[in-house]
């Protein structure tokens, strides 16, 4: 399997020298990186907030500046940050654990969002559930969100990866691919997994993050040496994140206009798609990462990454989250 591994830090060093990928923000100039925070994001909803944020906004209204930069996949975003190229990302539960453990130094500063029906297993006909997966070609991200909750979903049906034809791709290709036919089911997320079912063809959902409650969710990763050297302003970043889901938690239709603009989708298409997701403000932060998501789903997530590869198990979850910056 691939994971973000030992290689990554030094590859993404040599490699990572320029913008994200075709139709990716750019990166902040080096004259920005002393006011700007560089952030990292994906066409993602559970990461909608930082639309809503700079679109109302509230990081001017907070004092702080953040260029959002998106990139096409998880692999893209993890790379920028281990080369430098970031001060903040947004990603994976999974991927925060294989940043610490392969010496990365960031800190989980802030829950972002779960997902249900957001996060999907999806197939075309003859395909009704998790165990209908053996033999067939499935398409995922690996190393991602995705292949935790394929993992699982086989683990359930008695299966394994080695009972699948492992189709690696990007969660943004999953949809046209199965589409096409050229996969029997694929694994990945809003709005692609809206965009595969609009599509019809006999794509169904055959299993979701629903089924797997708290197992896949989003966070916030933080260098720590930006932590040490501008902790107000860190404070300030995350406190525009709650004044945007307050604001789309009393304009529902806009700032849901707002976040399907920032994915790259329009309103009427992710109707459905939002409530698939669950966005946490800092107060649900502040009981979640000192209780059940430091406790209980944290180490279940390890546990899991820890059984596929992607990390070997050694990381203390404790130690991966630094709580600090959440206000009173």
Same mark, same amino acid.
Not at 69 to 78: G, I
């Given at each position: ?163 699948? =034809? ?11 691919? @199965? %589409?096409? #036919?050229? &996969? +029997? $089911?694929?694994? !990945? ?107 209980? =789903? ?11 590869? @992607? %990390?070997? #198990?050694? &990381? +203390? $979850?404790?130690? !991966? ?8």
């Amino acid at each position: 399997m691939l994971t973000v591994a030992a290689g990554l830090i030094t590859a993404a060093a040599l490699s990572l020298t320029g913008c994200a990928s075709a139709g990716a923000g750019d990166a902040a100039t080096e004259e920005d990186t002393d006011s700007a925070f560089r952030m990292g994001t994906q066409p993602w909803l559970g990461y909608g907030q930082w639309y809503v944020a700079e679109d109302q906004g509230f990081f001017a209204d907070r004092g702080v500046q953040v260029d959002i930069s998106s990139f096409a996949a998880d692999a893209e975003v993890n790379a920028a940050l281990a080369a430098g190229r970031l001060d903040m990302a947004n990603v994976g539960s999974q991927a925060a654990l294989q940043f610490i453990e392969e010496g990365l130094d960031v800190s989980i500063v802030m829950l972002l969002d779960s997902a249900t029906t957001a996060d999907a297993i999806l197939a075309g006909d003859g395909i009704a559930s998790a165990a209908d997966l053996a033999g067939k070609r499935v398409a995922f991200e690996e190393g991602a969100t995705s292949e935790i909750l394929l993992a699982e979903a086989l683990a359930g049906a008695g299966l394994d990866f080695e009972d699948i =034809t492992v189709v690696p791709t990007g969660a943004d290709t999953v949809a046209p691919m @199965l %589409i096409a #036919g050229q &996969v +029997d $089911a694929g694994v !990945t997320y809003e709005p692609y997994v809206s965009e595969a079912l609009a599509a019809g063809d006999g794509i169904e959902m055959i299993e979701s993050a629903a089924d797997h409650p708290g197992l896949i969710s989003d966070v916030l990763v933080v260098r720590n040496e930006v932590l040490e050297q501008r902790p107000d302003e860190v404070r300030e970043v995350l406190a525009a994140w709650d004044d945007a889901v307050a604001f789309s938690t009393d304009n529902v239709e806009e700032g849901r206009a707002i976040i399907a603009t920032g994915v790259g989708s329009k309103p009427e298409e992710l109707t459905t798609a939002f409530d698939g997701v669950h966005y946490y403000t800092l107060a649900e932060n502040r009981e979640l990462l000192s209780g059940s998501y430091l406790t209980e =789903t944290l180490p279940a997530l390890a546990e899991v990454a820890a059984r596929i590869g @992607l %990390i070997s #198990g050694s &990381v +203390d $979850a404790a130690s !991966t989250i630094d709580a600090t910056f959440l206000g009173n």
